[in-house]
């Protein structure tokens, strides 16, 4: 921690700074931009979920940032795939709370692409810091009348003496009935962290193909490729168990990498996205609640969770920069 007569206002060094976005698709949404003065930074979007949309380390991204750029929450189609259209991805969508994946129709009740819960603004959104930690605290609604209300109450700690970010999520059904819950953190890997010189580490026992076309190169899940035109889409679902998950991505090329790490207690179900189209050139390591087959799909294998009235869950996932090979050896 540097001494602060060094400075005069702390975000010389770190801290949080809050920006809003002048024109486009983007324009008024809130952007918190921090920094912990040890290389990295990265910027909660506040009205989208308070999701992570950029992460970088010593001047070099980690995350992939889609086409779409940012899009405010009032463009947000949910009919089937709709979600695509303003799907931002940044380094990391949180996906859920009553789908994840596929568009569906689950007992009577038509659900889009992923759910809503991504496209939802927080409310009471601060932030506060010590010696130890910047901490950005906000609150997502996901509720309506005549219909589901759950509560998810997120934390996100940025130490300030090591490279890492821990996300805590509370998430509470202040309902009177119970409810489906989904959640997926959609972690969104890009250049030039990812390349096809990037390498790629999971603890899974085992791994198993979503779909024919996943199956093809079942035996190079861990190998990354260039960008391809025309490239189609695999998921390969990681079955990971014991105390402490992670999964780990590193590149030479550039010296650098970062390790998520997760309880698999909780967040039971881990999603591989492998997709490296030209322009769409992304990895997702996605850990969660669930698969993103659709809830339906969740219903009849009989893994979909649910949060009874007054109820809620904690998850957590810590996300640790890896700043040279030799951490990458250690894992």
């Known amino acids: 921690m540097v001494n602060p007569a060094y400075y005069g206002h702390e975000t010389q060094i770190f801290g949080v700074e809050e920006h809003r976005l002048v024109g486009g698709k983007g324009d008024s949404m809130r952007l918190l931009e921090v920094k912990n003065g040890l290389g990295l930074d990265f910027t909660v979007s506040a009205d989208r979920c308070a999701d992570i949309s950029r992460l970088s380390f010593g ?4 995350g992939f940032f889609s086409v779409n750029g940012y899009v405010a929450p009032s463009y947000y189609d949910d009919r089937g795939y709709g979600w695509l259209k303003s799907f931002t991805a940044g380094f990391l969508t949180t996906v859920g709370f009553l789908n994840a994946g596929n568009p569906c129709i689950d007992e009577g009740v038509a659900l889009p692409q992923h759910g809503g819960l991504s496209h939802l603004p927080a409310e009471q959104v601060y932030w ?3 010696p130890q930690a910047v901490r950005i605290h906000a609150t997502v609604r996901h509720a309506g009348i005549f219909a589901e209300k759950l509560i998810l109450d997120r934390t996100i700690e940025c130490s300030l003496i090591k490279n890492e970010i821990v996300i805590t999520d509370h998430a509470e059904n202040m309902g009177d009935a119970r409810s489906p819950l989904m959640l997926l ?4 890997m890009g250049y030039p962290l990812l390349s096809e010189t990037a390498q790629l ?3 899974s026992v085992s791994v198993e193909a979503c779909n024919a076309r996943a199956a093809e190169d079942i035996d190079t899940w861990n190998i990354m490729l260039p ?4 490239f189609v889409e695999q998921c390969y679902y990681h079955h990971v168990v014991g105390g402490t998950g992670h999964a780990a991505v590193f ?9 998520v790490r997760f309880d698999p207690s909780s967040l039971d179900c881990f999603t591989e996205w492998k997709m490296m189209g030209h322009k769409d050139y992304v990895l997702g390591l ?5 698969y993103p087959d659709g809830r339906d799909v969740m219903r009849r294998k009989g893994k979909l969770k649910f949060l009874e009235p007054g109820e809620s869950r904690k998850y957590s996932i810590t996300l640790q920069i890896l700043e040279n090979a030799e951490q990458w050896d250690m894992i």
Do not use: T
């Open 128 to 130: 506060e810091s010590d």
């Open 185 to 188: 953190y959609h972690l969104n």
């Open 227 to 230: 960008p391809q035109k025309g």
């Open 59 to 62: 001047g070099v991204n980690y």
């Open 286 to 290: 996605e850990p969660g609640n669930c």
């Open 201 to 203: 580490k999971i603890s």
């Open 251 to 259: 590149n030479p090329a550039i010296g650098k990498g970062l390790i």
